[in-house]
């Protein structure tokens, strides 16, 4: 009878330490998103092209949206990272990166892309965050893959690093078929 | 005449007066309820970049354009619960400063009472365990004594004076 309670007892303290053990890795400035793997909020919106953008006409094809501003300290540091990757994919025909410039105006992000290169591809322009609210922004730089149906795949808060793509973005990609499933309007 | 002019000028001021404050005070009136609701639906929801305070209570710019966004929303005349409802499917649970009871948080609502519970358990047994007197100790039952143990304490007992 004693040693049973006993080595509940023990175990229970020890599933409870374990459990504050992974706990101290969690970051708590992290917020998980419910977003992913569920369709990701369209937009369509002036683009800093001045010409309009719509996230679902690029449906077929993998598309990496990430919100910037050129207030973000955390972006410059990302930004080469975005020149290479864009330099490197540009030749895909299923992959796309598409900014969304949030909270700024249009001369500071001018002034930016002036300032640490411009990757080449389009940004859509949100100055009073009405697109990073509905895709449950609350940082920069904020990334997400979205598939070919449109469906939010993975996300990534704080800068993307050298090797992300070919860590968690082209793994994803060559597994499409399974999206094809997943997908729901 | 003169009386006469001064109490249409009186007239005049009054009537000018209502209908300055009219509009004024039917708009107010109108958007005090509309900012409660605002109000309300913002108390309940946390700024997402400040940790512990409420999207009505900070100064960050998301909160402020949070606000903004329910505000809109309510003026066009969505109910709470779908504004609630918009933050929670892009933000989650940590949206909420206070905790909803519903999933898999009612285990956190709950695991208190069921260990408070099943500490009341163990604690009751305990106690019967310590009031019950124990007749299976070899020191409590002399039938579990040795003949040899027997005689020794026999033994001893004569040899004291009592």
Redesign the interface.
Known sequence: MKPIWQSILLLSVLAILALFALGLHND??E?????VN?PAPDFATKALDGQPIRLSDHRGKWVLVNFWGSWCVSCVAEHPYLMELARSTRARSDFLIIGVDF?DTEQGAAHFLARHGNPGYRHAFDP???IA????V??APESYLVDPNGVIRLKHTGPLYPGWFEKMALPLLQSTPSAQKEATP | MKQQSSLLFALLSLLLALLLAAPLYSSTRNEEASEAMVRKIARDLRC??C?NQSVYESNS??AK??L??IRDKVQAGEAEHAIRDYF?????D?IYLEPTTEGKNKILWWAPFVGLLLGAIALWRAILRWRTPQKESSLGNPSLLTPEMQQRINQDLDRTQL
């Open positions: 708590p400035r917020i998980p998103s419910p977003l569920r909270k009073n965050q009405k609210i509905d895709w449950g609350y940082g | 997402a970049v940790q710019d998301l354009d949070m903004q966004i929670f499917q892009r933000y989650g940590y």
